[in-house]
């Protein structure tokens, strides 16, 4: 089976893993080949429960490093040489369960904002733009009074608000009502790619895959494999 | 029943009489245990979080030291502190022994193994999605801390209080190292102590329900800052 696959320019990967493994325990959660991803692509990962989606976006996002790795290169750098704070600046993640932090929605929005420095008038415009965008009425009320929709969408925006080079995103809409849902999947399309930006975006939905997805990959067992089931490098 | 009635009217007199003397215990015995409390923190806070996140040969034999601490008999911290301060001892040229600042040191021994001890199990018993989220921002390690001690608030206000109830609460060490010596290093408890030996009994009643009242004044509040908001 192709995988369909849009490069929207050849340069070299934003992401490039090479045989790279992560164990808990005894339970081996990730081994893959090979993962490159693209500057400007938007790649759909899907694949049963535990089958370490969420693993590769904690070691992409460098938040966890992998037991081993021939290689393992965010951006331009070997992210296995230090200096993952500072890379970290340039990826942004959305959890399956994100947490909110105590305060108001502004608070958790501007958490990450004033933590690199910017201006409380920048923080204001970006909270306000991003709250219009994702449907957040009451950015005063308290993060944690918020319904899970609410609170997933708070998510999102706080991380899109960072305006990262690389987004990992684990199944953000995924407690969404559909209405808000196919309305956020049209509005969400052209910020995933954004300024070249590059995105893994983790599914369980096949109607999100395909209308986001310049590329598809599945998971399973910690392995990569395409979607029809036949092992492949990507 | 009798004796701690006229102890408790005592209290009440001498209190409303404003004895200078009780005055001046326990404000010497509020100093101390809040500098010794202050300084704790100061070093138990950031430690108990180091080895609450840390990850590092020998980890779990420094934590278990700390807990071991916690239960760390405060006679003999005064022992110890007492050997280190006297005149012939390596700190005696600072000529602290039997002075307040030998009784913070006292105090700080007993206080900062309870404040590092219970960090930590504050720290650790947090949701660990609070590290991950913060990291996944951008957080510095300053901000990841930040951002835990706010999420630990709750739990932390408590080891304060639990440190400074260690502090306050010590006899044994503080007579050793202080001397209990009138109008200089008498604080609240070793006051009980010398009453209840010479058999005054109502006045070291009284005396105890006054330091009561200073722990309890107090603790009102930190649990003021601690439900802030709650």
Known sequence: MNLSVKRVQMSDPVVWIKKASKSYGVLVALDVEELKIWPGEVLTLSGPNGAGKSTLLRLIGLLEEPDRAEMFRVFDKNAMNGGRPALRRRVGMVFQEPFLFKGSGYENIAMGLRWRGFQPEEIGRRARSLAELLGLVDLEKRARELSRGQAQRLALARTLALEPELLLLDEPLNALDNAIRNRLLVDLQPILTAGGRSTVYVTHSQEEAEQLGTRKLGLSKGTVVNIAGRKSHS | ?230
């Open chain 2, 1 to 230: 029943m009798d004796l701690i009635w006229k102890g408790a009217v005592k209290a009440i007199r001498l209190l409303a009489g404003v004895d200078r003397e009780l005055l001046k215990i326990a404000w010497l015995s509020l100093k101390v245990s809040a500098t010794a409390t202050i300084v704790a923190m100061l070093i138990g806070l950031p430690l108990g979080t180091w080895l609450a996140l840390g990850k590092f040969k020998g980890r779990r034999l420094l934590l278990a030291i700390a807990n071991t601490g916690m239960g760390l008999p405060p006679v003999v911290v005064g022992l110890t502190v007492a050997i280190l301060l006297w005149r012939t001892g390596p700190l005696g040229f600072l000529g602290l022994l039997y002075t307040p600042a030998a009784m913070v040191s006292a105090q700080f021994f007993i206080a900062v193994p309870i404040v590092t001890g219970l960090t930590t199990a504050t720290i650790q018993s947090l949701d660990p999605r609070i590290r991950l989220e913060a990291l996944a921002l951008g957080a510095s390690i300053p901000q990841l801390v930040r951002v835990l001690w706010r999420e630990a608030r709750l739990g932390l206000l408590a080891t304060v209080m639990a440190g400074f109830g260690g502090a306050i609460s010590e006899v044994g060490a503080v007579l050793m190292v202080g001397g209990n010596i009138k109008g200089q290093t008498r604080v609240l408890t070793t006051s009980v102590v010398t009453e209840t030996r010479v058999g005054h009994f109502d006045q070291a009643i009284a005396l105890s329900v006054i330091l009561l009242l200073l722990v309890f004044l107090t603790n009102v509040v930190l649990t003021y800052l601690q439900q802030e908001r709650q």
